[in-house]
């Protein structure tokens, strides 16, 4: 599994200072990843970290979610 995937990504305009709420939603596919030795998409257990910022480099929150 890549260290990093984009999965989602919003860019709402706001005048400074401005918050806004941002919603999507992850499908099971958007966790999934390629297995070339069984041929198809696999969706391994353990740990997630979602990650919410305005860059790779600036996150600015984390949670993490156990499947």
Do not use: C, N
């Amino acid at each position: 599994m890549p260290p990093r995937s984009l999965r989602g990504f919003s860019k709402p305009h706001l005048a400074a200072g401005a918050t806004a709420q941002v919603t999507f939603q992850l499908r099971k596919k958007d966790l999934a990843v390629w297995d070339v030795t069984q041929g198809g998409w696999m969706l391994a257990h353990g740990e997630y970290k979602m990650a919410v910022g305005t860059s790779s480099r600036k996150i600015a929150e984390t949670v993490t979610l156990e499947l």
